[in-house]
């Protein structure tokens, strides 16, 4: 079955630390999405990517860090520089860059201890 | 569980009744809306989209309503299920014009079918 998958389900950061989270798609989406989602808040755009070796930042980029080096894959980074890390992540990809018809992933649940 | 449903606004309805979840949009200049259902510590999934030309689209037990006049958008569920469970949020797509177009996402609401 095509889909997108997210690894691992909960991840824990300490303190200063680097993690990366994991998201790979076999639907042949040129576009893929990182998006944190907060209690309360609406889904908010960390980074996306429209084509293989490219990447844009989205809304909330600081503090985070992507690569694209297959159209299959598009892992995210959360640096120690992300104050606040804790957070629902989702990845999602699209057949279409405009971001019509997203796919998600069954998300990370990320937390610093 | 997932802590995604704290904080938001709930609708609770009894098994079997209908339920009507609304979101107010914000940019006048927005072309697609979709819905979508978020369970407990999962990913969202899209139950139904509607273009700007239209102003109400049926799917299977659901409906979404637009009304562009005042930026509103609703989602009809029929006879609720216990399944239905969940946070229910709505995104607003502008017009593609080409290259990214950025989708705005609504904070959602809980709804909770009671038996």
């Known amino acids: 079955d095509g889909g997108i998958t997210q690894s691992p389900k909960y991840l824990f950061r300490k303190e200063g630390q680097n993690v990366t989270l994991s998201c790979e798609q076999n639907?042949?989406?040129?576009?893929m999405y990182w998006y944190r989602q907060d209690p309360g808040q609406g889904l908010r755009l960390i980074y996306y990517?429209?084509?293989?070796?490219?990447?844009q930042k989205g809304d909330i980029a600081e503090g985070y860090s992507v690569s694209r080096e297959k159209k299959e894959s598009f892992p995210l980074t959360v640096t120690s520089a992300q104050k606040n890390p804790t957070a629902f992540y989702l990845c999602?990809?699209?057949?279409?860059?405009?971001?019509?018809?997203?796919?998600f992933g069954s998300g990370t649940r990320l937390t610093v201890v | 569980g997932e802590s995604v449903g704290l904080h938001l606004p709930t609708l609770s309805v009894q098994e079997g009744d209908n339920s009507i979840i609304n979101c107010a949009y914000s940019?006048?200049?927005?072309?697609?809306f979709i819905w979508y259902k978020q369970e407990s510590g999962k990913g969202p999934q899209f139950i139904i989209d509607?273009?700007?030309?239209?102003d109400k689209r049926q799917g299977q037990r659901v409906t979404v309503l637009l009304n562009k006049t005042v930026k509103h958008l609703s989602l009809q569920i029929a006879a609720t299920q216990p399944g239905d469970s969940a946070v229910y949020f709505c995104a607003e797509i502008p017009l593609n014009s080409g290259g990214y177009q950025k989708v705005t996402f609504g904070t959602g609401t809980k709804l909770q079918v009671i038996p």
């Open positions: 940019n006048s200049a927005s072309d697609y």
């Open positions: 999602a990809s699209s057949a279409d860059r405009g971001g019509y018809g997203y796919t």
């Open positions: 639907l042949n989406h040129d576009a």
């Open positions: 990517s429209q084509i293989v070796n490219d990447f």
């Open positions: 509607i273009r700007s030309n239209m």
